[in-house]
């Protein structure tokens, strides 16, 4: 996944999940541009970046859905921001992934 063999310096624990976040598209695909208010309210957009090893139920241990590489869309109002070496990335729960894009 990575560019670089460099390592990623966050290691998320439970369900947590890094994200890298997607720009946002600031033109629809028609040519509309999106005012900033509509763009707010849609889901965000990313790629997995790193993932916790999963959340215990009754003991038992829940592996993540989701995987390095996988493009998600996540709850806009779900998230932690953080920076780490320039970057921009973004710690959730699981909880807060909508879907997978394939």
Partial sequence: MA???KKL???PLGDR???QPMPKDEV????IIIPDS???EAPSKGTVVAVGAGRYDD???IPM???VGDTILFSKYGYDE???DGKDYYILSESSVLAILS
């Fill in 3 to 5: 560019t670089s063999d």
């Fill in 82 to 84: 953080v920076k780490v």
């Fill in 28 to 31: 629809s695909t028609s040519g």
């Fill in 9 to 11: 310096a966050i290691k």
């Fill in 38 to 40: 509509a763009k707010q």
């Fill in 65 to 67: 859905t989701v995987s």
């Fill in 59 to 61: 003991g038992d241990l």
């Fill in 17 to 19: 999940v890094v994200v």
